[in-house]
């Protein structure tokens, strides 16, 4: 029973209270709710007057006391104006951007006659759960019907909506104060939404059209229906009725909204059965309408609620064709569901704006912080990252998940738990896109789809330009054209393929792509990226060499690319041709594990006895600052150093062998039965990470342990000494077929489909290969 702010100014600024704070009350929360030994943080929602927020200051909480009404709010800072601890704030919790809201979380929240005037209550008790401290409480204190008389008791709740608000949480207690429900609960878990189904229908068939629409924030309709499951607004068809006509009647019919086919748009179709009825669903997007959800058909429903899309894979029971109707709007929201044969239309919808205050406040935020940190220099790129909603390509998150400006958000995992799909961090996907060099107009290829860096590109390049992203999963090139279509620009087109393979040949402009971007690991250089590249044009890849990641840009001059800039990072992995397994060697009964990424695995005869001996080290002098990045001391031994393997373990578990430093594995030497790897001690304990020191140790097992360990060392030496603060080396990456005599001179690292050569600072220093490992070439 939602009321009007209007209403509840009145109500206060006419003097008028609400029902006093009862003794059984405060001994229920005093039993219940006792704050924390070092004081606990407590939010009274729905106010009014500052009664209940004061009894809570006086047992030891500080208080955030918030009503929508600024007159509530006015009263309650006069009448308790000695207590302390207490913010008073005029706040909306359903419609107002939360950011006057302790950024911490609660250890108490409490609403006390106000939950059945919300409007949207699942929705807002969700977002208050998520609010919560570990241990903390969130307290409904709430006439029930029972106990309230006829004409009163929409202010009341039954045991429908009382099973319905305590669903999902880990510890429920339901007590009683006087004639209220004091409902005490803790552990948010949410109940998983569950596909049902209606009674069995009598028919040969169902026909019928859903319809989806949302609000000014982003928020989607859903109601509460007498079956005690969530539906959307949908019907049958009628003869010779059209499914947008049939959209639109339903809408108005059952929630009061009026909206025109010119504005309804079937974007699929599903077939499926109901007790063994065929039944054909056209899901249809409505992208405007007006009006105030209503409530006309009271036999059917008890309220229509707005309904954030990240909770939607939360709701318990929702009618299948609505859960199904959901997921082909928003693909992913909604997990596990029947199976159902989609057919998405052609028709083009327009985009639908909405999104929440909250968001643009958090997207503002997340640009200043990548700014900041000094990754967007572009005014073109910045300008993208203030106005792309990023949120809506990832909408089964919630906002402050999606708009972190450190990470990535993982939206696809394979069977075993491995992700294959996300929307990098933000500041990484700046960084690709500035190195790009875009002007307006550009002709962009996407390797790896998702829709929000598509997005951003298509936004640096303007009105004149277009992105086209490739990806070898259906579903990824689905989710992308379908949240592409609700807030996209209209200039990105999303196709299924091999991105090894480029882009189709259809899609490829004269003269190349103005400049291509991989969104995936690449262990190799396909030669279709450099030949759909214009001449002078960039490619940035994530491209692994021995297993470190960098994102390079590429220049094309000719049939070489020439890097110019490079980022350490990770992404997930190529699921296409070009994929590769990397060959693992098991040590110590899978304590540790030899990974030969870019060399064949090596014989590792004799080398677990070596490791059941002693250990050698070898000290090599050169330190680092706590927190100091070595990125090009593992990029420099892994691309002069032969023989070189990483020896990988979970750096959690002492494996009583090996000692690993930050990451799970290390850059290791093999021969012989023998093994050395590199590691790092702390020899000064500063008090700030500049006065920290740690020293690189390699460690040794085998006999020819010493002699690998200090060939190890000697490379760290040469880094610090030639290396270490110049950089990156050049490096020119070109075709597999290109004979060592065309090469440059410099530390060459053979792929399947280019050969990579790195310049690095300082003297050439060659060294001694094995077949299959690096050859190093030095000038003349």
Known sequence: MAYVREEWEEHYAGGRGFRPLGDSERAL??????????????????????????????????????????????????????????????????????????????????????????????????????????????????????????????????????????????????????????????????????????????????????????????????????????????????????????????????????????????????TDDSHGVPRLTAVVRVSAWSGMPANPEKQLLDRWEWHSLHALACLGDVFTPAAQALNAIWPGVIPDLPAVHAYPTAADQPPVPGEPAQALRLRRRMTDAVIAAGWAPSAAVQNALRTVPRHRFAPEKNLATAYDDDLAVVTRWDENGRATSSVSAAWLQADMITKLRLEPGAAVLEVGSGGYNAELIAHVVGEGGQVVTVDIDPYVVHR?????????????????????????????????????????????????????????????????????????????????????????????????????????????????????????????????????????????????????????????????????????????????????????????????????YLTYVWVNDGETPAQQRAEFVAHAFGESGPALSARLAAAVRRWDGHARGHGYPRMTVHPATTPDSDLPAGHVVDKVLSRLVFQWAGPDEPLAAAAGELVTRSAG
């Not at 009448?79 to 006057?100: F, K, M, S, T, Y």
């Not at 909506?161 to 004639?179: Q, Y």
Request: glycine share 12%; hydrophobic share 40%; aromatic share 6%.
């Open 29 to 270: 929360l005093a039993e219940h709710t006792p704050a924390p030994e070092a004081g606990g943080r407590a939010l009274d929602l729905g106010c009014g007057t500052g009664e209940l927020a004061a009894h809570l200051a006086g047992l030891g909480y500080t208080v955030d006391a918030v009503d929508f009404a600024a007159s509530a709010v006015e009263r309650a800072r006069a009448e308790h104006d000695g207590v302390e601890g207490v913010r008073w704030l005029r706040l909306d919790i359903e419609r107002d951007d939360p950011a006057q809201l302790n950024g911490d979380g609660y250890d108490l929240i409490t609403l006390r006659l106000m939950y059945p005037f919300l409007g949207d209550r699942t929705r807002v008790l969700r977002a208050l759960g998520e609010r919560l401290r570990p241990g903390g409480a969130l307290v409904v204190i709430t006439p029930v019907v029972e106990h309230t008389p006829a004409d009163k008791r929409a202010i009341a709740l039954d045991e429908d909506e009382i099973s319905l608000l305590t669903a999902g949480w880990e510890e429920t207690r339901h007590l009683a104060a006087d004639d209220l429900a004091v409902l005490v609960l803790r552990g948010p878990c949410h109940t998983h939404t569950k596909a049902v189904e209606k009674s069995p229908t009598v028919g040969h068939a169902l026909t019928g059209a859903v319809v989806v629409v949302t609000d000014d924030a982003g928020r989607v309709l859903l109601g509460r229906s007498r079956r005690n499951m969530w539906e959307l607004p949908a019907g049958k068809t009628s003869t010779s009725e059209s499914f947008e006509d049939a959209a639109v009647r339903e809408l108005a019919e059952e929630t009061g909204l009026v909206a025109t086919t010119a504005d309804a748009t079937v974007v699929t179709m599903l």
């Open 480 to 676: 992308t054209q379908r949240f592409t279509a609700e807030a996209g620009s209209g200039r990105v087109l999303a196709v299924q393929g091999d991105g090894a393979l480029g882009a189709p040949s259809r899609h490829v402009p004269r003269g190349g792509f103005d400049g291509i971007v991989i969104t995936h690991n690449a262990w190799d250089i396909a030669p279709a990226w450099r030949q759909q590249l214009r001449e002078g044009a960039t490619l940035v890849v994530p491209l692994e060499v021995h297993g470190y990641t960098r994102a390079i840009a590429l220049e094309r001059r000719g049939d070489v690319l020439h890097a110019t800039a490079w980022t350490y990072c990770g992404f997930v992995r190529d699921l296409g041709q070009n994929g590769r397994t990397t060959p693992v060697v098991d040590l110590a009964g899978g304590e540790l594990r030899l990974r030969f990424e870019d060399v064949p695995a090596s014989d590792t005869t004799g080398l677990e006895e070596a490791l059941r001996g002693p250990r050698t080290e070898e000290r090599t002098g050169v330190t680092i600052a706590g927190g100091e990045s070595f990125e090009t001391l593992q990029l420099y031994l892994a691309t002069t150093v032969p023989g070189f393997c990483r020896l990988a373990g979970d750096r959690a578990k002492d494996s009583g062998i090996a000692a690993f430093a930050r990451s799970e594995n290390a850059p290791a030497l093999l021969g012989d039965g023998s093994l050395a």
